[in-house]
């Protein structure tokens, strides 16, 4: 009974009665608490389905919001640093544990001469080293990030990376046969095993061309975490935080302008 039901009861015990009779046969009891409806959880109407069918709606605003608190917010941008500099940190090194030593130096040796940016990246911008740190900030903020293995015929090395984001992938495509069906820009067949990845072609200045490229899937490393197995894409691993964070740096900020308006009038 709740403070309004003892407050009726005072007056009218049966009135009170009633009400508590009826609100308790309205509610659910069945054999587990989390599923049960009373007055804390009348909200609490959560969509049930497929990984891609709940994903879909909610996957463009998700990331633009996780993209803006990566800009904006100190909270979140300290736990992305957190991250780079706990997986990345100095960089990666070869160590090759062959039998034939010379053969181990050779390897070593070569790999940290593709990991500079003029080799390994087909921009030349980034190092291998700096690939990586992009990755696991794109992987905590977007959910995924697309590599694009790429041969080139000039060059002491032949083969290096080119880093697409996961907003190339074309969602507008859709088909649906007997043998494949391409679901938000990945091609999968039946098993939902990628065969190819669609992805928009833009100009230099970033603005997509009407044209879709489709690359095969043994071409492309997509790096996101499968959380469901009816997942075909990524979904920002922010998504159960940037509201909360959203409210610590409005906070933030209220306190903040509280204490420079005490601090003008004190003036």
């Known amino acids: ?8 009861a ?19 009891h069945g054999s ?3 599923a049960r409806r009373g007055n804390n ?5 959560p969509v049930n389905g497929k990984a891609e069918q709940v994903n879909t709606p909610e996957r463009s605003t998700l990331r633009a919001r996780a993209r803006d608190l990566e800009r904006n917010s100190d909270v979140l941008s300290s736990i992305l640093l957190a991250f780079e500099h706990n997986v990345v940190g100095s960089g990666f090194k070869l160590h090759m544990r062959t039998d034939d030593d010379a053969l ?11 990991s500079k940016p003029r080799n390994c990246d087909i921009t ?25 293995k790429c041969w080139q015929a000039d060059g002491k090395f032949p083969f290096s990376l080119q880093a697409r984001e996961v907003d190339d992938l074309d969602e507008s495509l859709v088909r649906l046969d007997g043998k494949s069906r391409i679901i938000n820009g990945v091609e999968v067949d039946q098993n939902l095993k990628p065969l190819a990845y669609h992805l928009t072609v833009q100009d230099p200045e970033g603005w997509q061309m009407p044209i879709t ?37 409005d906070y933030i900020d209220t306190v903040g302008m509280k204490e420079k308006i005490l601090a003008s009038v004190t003036a």
């Open 32 to 34: 587990y608490k989390g």
């Open 1 to 8: 009974m709740n403070t309004l039901d003892r407050i009726i």
């Open 104 to 114: 181990n130096e050779e390897i070593e040796k070569l790999f940290r001469e593709w």
């Open 41 to 45: 959880n009348e909200s609490w109407w």
């Open 213 to 249: 490229e489709r690359l095969e899937a043994k071409r492309v490393i997509a790096l996101w975490d499968v959380t469901r197995p009816s997942q075909v894409r990524e979904i920002s691993p922010q998504a159960s935080v940037l509201e909360r964070v959203n409210d610590i740096e």
């Open 124 to 148: 030349e911008r980034q190092s291998f080293d700096e690939i990586c740190m992009m990755a696991v900030r794109r992987l905590r903020v977007d959910g995924g990030i697309l590599f694009v």
């Open 10 to 28: 005072y007056f009218s015990p049966k009135w009170a009665y009633e009400r508590v009779s009826w609100r308790e046969g309205m509610r659910s």
